[in-house]
């Protein structure tokens, strides 16, 4: 009887002991410790890693735009098995970036379990991340957050299909660095536009900043009192300030042709939001006299907010467009 016993007893011990591999019944990385990960800048490939659990989430590149969607508008993408993917696995042992990214892959921990998703829809909600200069009373969008869930699930299991809950998969931050507002020259030009009136403007190789139907009073011959300069507001027809990025070199006879040329092309547009007097959305020129007949403009924009339509940034307390020089008769 002792014999059979022991028999037993060797049995459970045996079943009891721990080989290494998961069975598990839920998809769980709800700890706000373990962060989005991804193997190369396009995004193709974003994954999350347990010990021995993965989340990988596979989907064409560039779907992570540096662009803001509106609170009731997010990216939705149909999860498929071919370009939008979510699979879950899990290994016999620890698990790292080179299981997940490596071209040539370790041997190690083997996949003991995996699961796919059938169907469900991908979220995405974007939202700009900012720099924000308190004494300039400036802002500039330095990145974006994609907060990315999923939603409908249906996983297909080694031991049939199952229908999940919504989760959410997590945060994942893009840089962005379009928005050089950084002009060499302090020098402005300007010009009359059969499109967009009289303009001044200043511009980089790929980022331009215009004043288009300025009114012809802010830039007179002639000498404005000390510490009184001459002031306008922005609005939607008459001193309309435009921000415009560009996919090429700018040049330099760009902004007096007629029709606008169509190279570059203008990838980015964002418009100052129209002034309130004695807060915001003001243009400041202070007009001196450098010679006979000579006038020098210098050019202010004081607290100017640039919208693109779903997301805007602050230009500053005051913000130097430059300087024009002029001759009267």
């Known amino acids: 009887m002792k014999k059979y016993a022991c028999l037993l007893l060797f049995a459970l011990l045996l079943n009891g002991c721990d080989d290494g591999d998961l069975t598990p019944e839920t998809i769980d990385f709800d700890d706000p410790s373990i962060k989005i990960e991804y193997c190369t800048n396009t995004y193709e490939l974003l994954y999350k890693l347990k010990s021995q659990e993965s989340l990988l989430l596979q989907m064409p590149k560039d779907i992570l735009k540096n662009q803001a969607t509106a609170d009731d508008a997010p990216q939705t993408f149909a999860i498929n098995t071919s370009t939008h993917r979510l699979f879950y696995r899990t290994y016999d042992g620890t698990v790292a970036k080179a299981n997940i990214c490596d071209a040539i892959r370790p041997s190690s921990p ?20 900012y720099d924000v200069n308190v004494t300039e009373n400036s802002t500039r969008i330095v990145g974006y957050t994609h907060s990315i869930s999923f939603k409908n699930l249906s996983y297909s299991k080694p031991a049939g299909v ?3 809950p919504n989760f959410v998969f997590g945060d994942i931050d893009t840089d962005f660095d379009d928005l050089d ?92 939001l129209d002034g309130v007097a004695g807060e915001s959305g003001i243009i400041e020129v202070t007009t001196t006299s450098v010679g006979p007949n000579v006038f020098k403009h210098i050019i202010v924009l004081k607290n100017v907010i640039l919208d693109n339509g779903n997301v805007n940034f602050k230009l500053g307390r005051s913000f130097l467009l430059g300087e024009l020089q002029t001759e009267s008769n």
């Open 181 to 272: 507002l950084t002009f060499g020259d302090e020098k402005v030009e300007t010009c009359t536009s059969a499109t967009n009136g009289k303009i001044v403007y200043n511009f980089n190789d790929l980022t331009s900043l215009t004043i288009n139907n300025i009114d012809p009073d802010l830039i007179a011959n002639e000498v404005t009192p000390l510490g009184t300069p001459r002031t306008r507001l922005i609005s939607a027809t008459q001193n309309k300030v435009i921000y415009n990025v560009y996919n090429g070199l700018i040049p330099t006879d760009y902004f007096c042709k007629t029709p606008v040329p169509a190279t570059p092309a203008i990838t980015q547009t964002w418009t100052g």
């Open 162 to 164: 199952q229908v999940g």
């Open 110 to 129: 083997n996949i003991t379990d995996e699961w796919y998703a059938l169907g469900g829809t991908i979220v995405i909600h974007t939202k700009p991340k």
